[in-house]
């Protein structure tokens, strides 16, 4: 079964805070996906990898940046947390086939609090 | 530009009962592919089912069906014999070559006992 591990189920941070989230795969895929989820707006992309050290914005970059040095690591880094950066982050992994995405396979979400 | 509309913000379905849960998209590419995802309230998204634009047949999955119409621009997933595990809410999502997926905002499903 594939299994993606996101670090932490729910974080509360402070404004201005640097605010780190891992995103763990262990089914060998090359891609790699940051989404936050908001009510009404479904999931919207942040960033996604598609090889080590690798990254594509995608429609939300603003305010992020991520990390990608090892292939099944995957990670969002917000770097002056605010309050509108309260949201559930979902990361998903699949395989490369050279066109489009295959199934996304996603973890469990976490749901960071800016205050 | 792609879109995903789900029209349908929340559903009830009596329990054993089939539910059609409404998607529809819209792409200039010839090229595609949809797929549904279940949220539970645990949060985690998780793969139901897939349709690629070639595919001349509906894609199943056991108590899942898609009932593509490409004309229409339609992928509505249907949900036969209810459970009370069905409840939840479902996102249809577009894929192009762009190696990405487009999410609609949701359809919350609600079987009732």
């Known amino acids: 079964d594939v299994k993606v591990t996101q670090s932490s189920r729910y974080l509360v941070k402070r404004t201005g805070e640097k605010v780190f989230l891992e995103c763990v795969q262990d089914?060998?895929?090359?891609?790699m996906f940051w989404y936050r989820q908001d009510p009404g707006l479904g999931l919207r992309l942040i960033y996604f990898s598609y090889d080590v050290k690798m990254k594509e914005k995608g429609d939300i970059p603003e305010g992020y940046s991520v990390s990608r040095e090892k292939k099944e690591r995957f990670s969002l880094i917000l770097e002056s947390a605010s309050t509108n950066q309260t949201s559930m982050y979902l990361c998903?992994?699949?395989?490369?086939?050279?066109?489009?995405?295959?199934?996304?396979?996603f973890g469990p979400g976490t749901r960071l609090t800016v205050l | 530009a792609q879109k995903i509309t789900q029209t349908q913000p929340g559903m009830f379905v009596q329990e054993k009962e089939a539910v059609t849960l409404d998607c529809t998209y819209d792409t200039s590419d010839q090229s595609y592919g949809l797929f549904w995802y279940k949220q539970p309230s645990s949060g985690e998204m998780i793969f139901l089912i897939y349709?690629?634009?070639?595919?001349?047949q509906n894609a199943t999955e056991g108590r899942y069906s898609l009932n593509f119409q490409k004309a229409r621009k339609s992928a509505n997933l249907v949900i036969s014999a209810s459970q009370l595990g069905d409840s939840a809410m479902y996102f249809c999502?577009?894929?192009?070559?762009?190696?990405?997926?487009?999410f609609g905002t949701g359809t919350r499903l609600t079987v009732i006992p």
């Open positions: 998903a992994s699949s395989f490369y086939r050279g066109w489009g995405t295959d199934t996304q396979y």
């Open positions: 349709q690629g634009s070639y595919d001349e």
């Open positions: 089914m060998d895929h090359e891609n």
């Open positions: 999502a577009l894929e192009t070559g762009a190696n990405n997926l487009f």
